[in-house]
């Protein structure tokens, strides 16, 4: 009768156990990766919903010009959970403290007011007007064009932090950017686009390292 295991059957065993878990941990990554696009793409759907009643309340005629300047400024009236405002990814990546210490910054007009903090990128559609009007070298388009001719279909937030370190991320006083940033580098995931009309998109083609806003409202 033979009593537990050899030492060369340990051996084979616990290749095999490496093995196995290095072959699955691709798979691992891959899952938790589609799993944070969810959720996040449901966080943009609510953020979505939450625009669109904002947007009834303060004017008449229903378009992105009476959207709020901030996604922050969804929170408490719109949009009742404030960490819909942080990707999921973010949330798994950067510590939860650091986020809770700077999740509230000076409103850029007003200083004195405290503006609630979101790793989505957002469009402001009458600074985008402004910046086109003074710039066109830069932006030869307003954003009231691409209105005009998209429609429901019109980019007003993505997220960009699925594949590369999101541009709003910067804004956060990070003790170490850099370390955050290489562990956000993905190039394989998608931008999640949030559109006027509620629908959201994962777009896997383009982008650089900075997905660029602009390009992101005029070509997705
Ligand atoms: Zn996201």
């Not at 309340?57 to 969804?74: K, R, W």
């Not at 990707?87 to 210490?101: D, F, L, N, T, Y």
């Not at 686009?193 to 994962?202: A, N, S, T």
């Amino acid at each position: 009768m033979r009593k537990g295991l050899t030492l060369m059957e340990l051996l084979v065993v616990m290749s095999i156990l490496a093995t196995l878990a290095a072959l699955l941990y691709p798979v691992y990554l891959r899952v938790r990766a589609r799993i944070y696009e969810t959720s996040c793409a449901n966080q943009l759907r609510q953020i979505g919903l939450a625009i669109r009643l904002y947007v009834k309340d303060y004017s008449a005629e229903e378009t992105p010009y009476a959207m709020p300047l901030f996604l922050g400024a969804l929170y408490p009236h719109y949009l009742s959970d404030e960490s819909l405002l942080i990707c999921p990814r973010v949330w798994a990546i950067v510590p939860h403290e650091v986020i809770e210490r700077n999740k509230w910054k000076p409103h850029p007009l007003v200083p004195s007011w405290k503006v609630l903090w979101s790793s989505y990128a957002f469009y402001i559609p009458r600074g985008f007007d402004d910046a086109a009007r003074k710039r066109p070298d830069i932006w030869p388009f307003t954003f009231a064009e691409v209105f005009a001719e998209r429609g429901d279909m019109t980019p007003i937030a993505f997220c960009e932090a699925h594949r590369t370190f999101p541009l709003e991320a910067v804004n956060l006083t990070l003790p170490n950017p850099h370390a955050y940033r290489d562990a956000f580098i993905d190039p394989g995931r998608p931008l999640i686009i949030l559109r006027w009309g509620g629908k959201v998109d994962f777009v896997f083609k383009g982008g650089g390292i900075f997905a660029n806003r602009d390009a992101v409202l005029v070509h997705y």
